[in-house]
């Protein structure tokens, strides 16, 4: 896979001027550290991350029958969180990482939707899902406005736009007591289940050089969702951030 440059961690625009540079490195990543994601992710977040998906769940609103995409679905993890959780899910998952996808099929048990392809261009109709949600995507993206809006674009009026994302604590005593979880153990920890030197130094990285979360909201806002907010999670170790697109489709 290519080097990981220290600008690719870095968020200093709101569109990435090494873009395709990027994007290849970061779909380099997933195919390679795909066999152990799973795991990575439990121990790494001390298995809070299944909390944190369960509250974006509820905070969906999504009902029976609902249909639900997932942008970046990746394993697959949050897409079944909801199938476990809504009767009669229409559940849709799309990723750029073929290896990715090739174990969230190899996982799933209720027949959901498998798509490879990117999430600045959702291959979806506007005005589909009941619900659209991501999880450790938005600081991969390399034009986070255009993310936003194709989730908003597919999202029907009235519904819900929710993103789950590693963040830095916002006050000085908790991030005091995050350091050594970001310096020290998630990159460690990472290269030992992985055997890849830079994946999980780049998500350390990437939550030390991202956006506080107030800038993910105004961006959400700029993008046209309404009521958009950020909720902390576990001392704002992950924030989710929703947002709904306005109740009336202004096109109609």
């Not at 991202?210 to 969702?225: I, N, R, T, Y």
């Amino acid at each position: 896979m290519p080097d990981l440059k220290p600008e690719f961690s870095r968020y200093d625009s709101s569109i990435h001027p090494q873009a395709g540079e990027k994007e290849d490195y970061v779909e380099k990543l997933f195919d390679a550290v795909a066999p152990t994601y799973d795991l990575a992710n439990r121990m790494m977040s001390f298995g809070l991350d299944k909390g944190w998906r369960r509250r974006l769940v509820r905070e969906s609103g999504a009902a029976q029958g609902a249909r639900v995409l997932d942008v970046g679905c990746g394993t697959g993890d949050l897409l079944m969180d909801f199938a476990r959780r809504v009767t009669g899910l229409q559940g849709q998952g799309l990723d750029f990482s073929a290896g990715m996808l090739a174990r969230a099929k190899a996982k799933d048990r209720w027949g959901l939707g498998w798509t490879e392809g990117s999430a600045l261009s959702l291959p979806f109709d506007d005005s589909s899902f009941d619900a659209v949600a991501s999880a450790w995507v938005l600081r991969s993206i390399t034009d986070p406005g255009l993310f936003f809006r194709e989730m908003q674009r597919v999202a029907k009026p009235g519904a819900k736009v929710l993103v789950l994302e590693l963040t830095r604590p916002q006050k000085a005593w908790q991030r005091a007591l995050y350091a050594p979880v970001l310096n020290i153990y998630v990159p460690v920890l990472g290269r030992l289940l992985s055997g890849h030197n830079d994946g999980y130094r780049y998500l350390s990285d990437t939550i030390k050089g991202f956006w506080p979360p107030e800038k993910v909201v105004e961006l959400m806002g700029a993008s046209g969702l309404v009521r958009a907010r950020a909720v902390p999670l576990t001392l704002g170790a992950a924030t989710l951030f929703i947002g709904e697109k306005p109740g009336m489709d202004v096109r109609a």
